[in-house]
C-alpha cells in the first residue's frame, strides 16, 4: 500500500517528534552534567534493518543521524517485547566508538511484530579504566580504557540484569552517576517505544514500512541532487593533528573526494597508520561509518539546510578506509581519543570541498575541543567525577558572515555549563569563563572567537583531565586571502612563577591553590581582512573582540581616542604591499612541516607503511620521521632519498621487501 506525501510529511514529523520526546526524557532525568548539559547523547528511531530515520530536531549529537545498527541488532538471534540491549564495546559490531559511549537499543512491537528499533547512547563522564574520565593520549591499549560491555540483553522477559549493572557499579569511579545516567537512558527508549508504538497504530504496519523507506528515498534523493551541483573531480586535503603521541609527530589525514555526478567517494589513502596512542578510529572498514562521514553530512547541509538527516542520506556516499591505518584499527588498538581524529576528518571533508566550491565553503573550525573533566572530593570527602564543559573555539568565517563566537564547527553542538552548575557540584572556583580577544582568525568575515575557561582547584589529589587537547602547534586554515586560526593554549599557574605550559598533556595532576587556564584553538577566516568593512572592525573594537592593534595590523583600520582616523586607515589600507590570496592559508608550522614532509614524500611512506606489518607502522613511521630530519643537506631526489631510508629500515629490522619479518 502506497502512502502520498501529504501524509509521508505527517509521518517524518510524527517520527522526529518521537526522537525529540526520547532526547527531552534523557536530558531531564540524567544525573551528569555532560549529559543534561552539555548534551553528548544521541537518540534515533532505526528500521527494522537498523538504519536511522529519525532524530531529534535540536538536541544531542549530531554525528549519528546515519548511522546503522545492524551490526549490533544481528548479535541476538531473537528479539522479545520489552527487551533492551546494551554495549559499548568500540570493537562489537563498530558502533560504540570508545568505551564511554553506551549504546543501548530496544525493539517496537506491534500485533507481535517488530516494526522498528528505538536506540541512543550517552558519554559517560568516566568508565574506569587507568585514568580519571577514562580517555588520555596516554593510552596505548584498549583495555587501559576503562570497561567494555559486550553486546547483551540489559532488560529481558521484563526483567533488569543486575549482574550488568554490578559490573558497571565496580568498574566506575562515580557508580551513582553512571547508574542514573544509564535508567535515564531506559527511560528514554521507553518513552520512544510508546510514541513509536501510537504511530504506528495510527498509520498500520504495512503503511509505516513503506512510508519509513520513503523517507530514506527522500534524503537519499536530496543528497544525489546537492551532488550534482558539486564539479566532478578529484579533491584532496590534508590536515595534522598535533602528536600522534605523547611528545609524538604530526598526525596526518588525508583525504581524496570523488565526485562522479550524484555519487561521492570519500578515499582515506594516505592517512597516519594505526598508531601506539588512543587517536586510533575503530571503524570496521564500514564505508558509510559515521565517523568518517559526518563531515560529509555537515558539507551537505551547509549547501542545502533542507536537507533530510538519516542514514538515506549517505546512500549516494561510500569510504574508503584502509585496514590498519588510523581510519581503521584494529583491536587492541586505544580509541578513546577517536573524537579528536573524527574532528579532523570532518576538518579534511570541509576542506576538499572548500577546493570544489570556495564561494560556499566556510573556513576551518577549530578541531581541538579540550573537554574539561575533574576527579577530586568533596570536603566531606564525597567522591566527585564530573565534567565542566567544554572549551574550544568558534565557527570558521563563511562567504556571508562572522563565524560563531565561543563554539561553532565541527562540534558546535556540544553545549557549555553554566558555572554556577560547575561550582555547586565541583570544589572549584571559576576566575573567568567567557570570549578571548582576538582568537578570531582575520578576515573579511573573521573566525569565531575562541573560549577561555579558568579556575581554581580547591582540594587535594585533583586531577584534571583536557580530553582532546589539539592545535597547540599546527592551527585551523583560513579561506580566500583570509588568516588561519590561532593556537589553543593550556597553563597551570599562569602568569606566577610556577607557571607551566602544558601544550597538549591531557591529564594533569593538581594541588589546593593550583590555577588551570585553557584557551581553545582559533577557527579560520574568510577572505581578506583587508576588505572587511572599516564599521564592522570598528565594531569588533568597540565589544573587544578585536584589540587597538590587530585592527591596525591586521585589518588596516587605525583607531584613536575612541574614533576611526579615517585618514590614517586610507594610509594603512592602501599602503599594504601585494598578499597573494591563496584559496586556503595555512600556519607556518604547517608550512614549515610539509616543506620537509611533502605530498611526494609522505606518499612513499604510505606506499611503503602498507607493505609492514600492521603492529610494525607506528613504530617505523616514527624511526622514518627521525631519519628524514637528517636528511636535510641531501640534495638527492626525494624517491631515492626514501627509497634508501627504507632499505635501511628493513635491513635494521629484518623485514623482507613484502613486509614480513625474517627468522
Known amino acids: 500500500m502506497s502512502i502520498d506525501r501529504r501524509n509521508l510529511k505527517v509521518l517524518a514529523n510524527f517520527c522526529s517528534a518521537a ?57 541476538f538471534d531473537a528479539y522479545s517485547e520489552g527487551d533492551i540491549c546494551i554495549t559499548n564495546d568500540p570493537y562489537s559490531g563498530y558502533v560504540a566508538t570508545h568505551s564511554p559511549d553506551i549504546h543501548i537499543w530496544k525493539p517496537v512491537f506491534h500485533d507481535g511484530k517488530i516494526a522498528c528499533f528505538v536506540v541512543g547512547h550517552i558519554h559517560n563522564t568516566d568508565v574506569g579504566g587507568a585514568v580519571p574520565a577514562s580517555l588520555s593520549r596516554t593510552l596505548s591499549e584498549i583495555e587501559q580504557e576503562g570497561l567494555r560491555i559486550p553486546p547483551v540483553k540489559l532488560v529481558e522477559n521484563g526483567m533488569i540484569n ?63 541532487q546537492i551532488l550534482t551541483s558539486v564539479p566532478d573531480g578529484d579533491y584532496f586535503f590534508s590536515d595534522y593533528a598535533d602528536e600522534d603521541s605523547v611528545g609524538g609527530k604530526p598526525c596526518r ?63 549516494p556516499a561510500r569510504a574508503i ?16 581519543l577517536r573524537s579528536l581524529t573524527c574532528a579532523m576528518t570532518q576538518i579534511v571533508t570541509l576542506g576538499a570541498f572548500v577546493k570544489a566550491l570556495p564561494e560556499l565553503m566556510p573556513a576551518s573550525s577549530p578541531g581541538g575541543n579540550a573537554i574539561m573533566n575533574i576527579k577530586t572530593s568533596s570536603r566531606n570527602g564525597r567522591p566527585v567525577m564530573a565534567s565542566i564543559g567544554p572549551v574550544g573555539g568558534g565557527g570558521g568565517g563563511t562567504p556571508f558572515g562572522d563565524g560563531s563566537d565561543g563554539a561553532g564547527g565541527a562540534t558546535g553542538f556540544l553545549s557549555n555549563t553554566p558555572i554556577e552548575i560547575s561550582e555547586a557540584e565541583v570544589p572549584i572556583r571559576f576566575l573567568r569563563y567567557g570570549l578571548e580577544p582576538d582568537t578570531g582568525a582575520p578576515g573579511r568575515y573573521r573566525g569565531g572567537l575562541s573560549a577561555i575557561m579558568e579556575f581554581e582547584v580547591c582540594t587535594p589529589e585533583t586531577v584534571v583531565t583536557a580530553r582532546n587537547r589539539n592545535r597547540s602547534i599546527m592551527s585551523g586554515w583560513g579561506v580566500n586571502g583570509a588568516h588561519p586560526g590561532k593556537v589553543s593554549s593550556f597553563h597551570r599557574n599562569p602568569g606566577q612563577p610556577s607557571e607551566i605550559s602544558l601544550g597538549n598533556t591531557d591529564v594533569v595532576k593538581c594541588d589546593p591553590g593550583d590555577v588551570i587556564r585553557v584557551i581553545g584553538p582559533g577557527a579560520g577566516g574568510y577572505g581578506d581582512p583587508f576588505t572587511r568593512p572599516v564599521r564592522m572592525v570598528f565594531d569588533d573594537v568597540r565589544k573587544g573582540a578585536v584589540s587597538l592593534q590587530s585592527a591596525r595590523l591586521d585589518y588596516g583600520v587605525v583607531i584613536k581616542d575612541g574614533c576611526v582616523d579615517q585618514v590614517g586607515t586610507v594610509v594603512a589600507r592602501g599602503g599594504r604591499s601585494a598578499v597573494s590570496l591563496e584559496i586556503i592559508t595555512h600556519g607556518e608550522e604547517r608550512k614549515a612541516f610539509e616543506a620537509v614532509w611533502t605530498s611526494d614524500r609522505y606518499d612513499l611512506l604510505t606506499e611503503f607503511l602498507a607493505m ?45 621487501p613484502s613486509g614480513e619479518q625474517y627468522g
Open 162 to 224: 543486575t549482574f550488568v549493572l554490578e559490573i558497571i557499579r565496580t568498574n566506575v569511579r562515580a557508580p551513582t552517576q553512571n547508574l542514573g545516567d544509564l535508567h535515564a537512558q531506559i527511560a528514554s527508549v521507553n518513552i520512544g517505544e510508546r510514541k513509536m508504538q501510537e504511530i504506528v497504530r495510527r498509520f498500520g504496519l504495512e503503511v509505516f514500512l513503506e512510508g519509513v523507506s520513503q523517507i530514506l528515498d527522500y534524503a537519499e534523493a536530496q543528497t544525489r
Open 253 to 315: 589525514v588525508a583525504l581524496t573526494v570523488k565526485i562522479r555526478g550524484d555519487e561521492v567517494i570519500l578515499d582515506y589513502t594516505g592517512s597516519d597508520p594505526q598508531l601506539g596512542s588512543s587517536l586510533n578510529m575503530p571503524t570496521g572498514g564500514r564505508e558509510r561509518h559515521p565517523l568518517v562521514m559526518v563531515g560529509l553530512t555537515y558539507v551537505l547541509f551547509t549547501l542545502d539546510n533542507s536537507l533530510l538527516l538519516n542514514a538515506g542520506t549517505l546512500r
Open 612 to 656: 609492514t606489518p600492521t603492529r610494525w607502522r607506528f613504530f617505523l613511521k616514527h624511526r622514518i620521521f627521525d631519519r628524514v630530519d637528517e636528511l636535510t643537506a641531501d640534495r638527492r631526489p626525494i624517491d631515492v632519498q626514501m627509497r634508501d631510508v627504507f632499505a635501511e629500515m628493513r635491513g635494521l629490522y629484518g623485514l623482507s
Open 19 to 75: 526522537a525529540d520526546a526520547m532526547s527531552f526524557t534523557l536530558m531531564r532525568t540524567a544525573h551528569s552534567a555532560f549529559v543534561k548539559e552539555t548534551e553528548d547523547f544521541s537518540c534515533q528511531v532505526v528500521t527494522r534493518e537498523g538504519l536511522a530515520f529519525a532524530n531529534p530536531r535540536q538536541f544531542g549529537a549530531p554525528w549519528y543521524s546515519g548511522i546503522d545498527y545492524a551490526p549490533l541488532l544481528a548479535m
Open 321 to 336: 578506509l584502509p585496514e590498519g591505518t588510523i581510519v581503521n584499527c584494529s583491536p587492541p588498538a586505544a580509541v578513546g
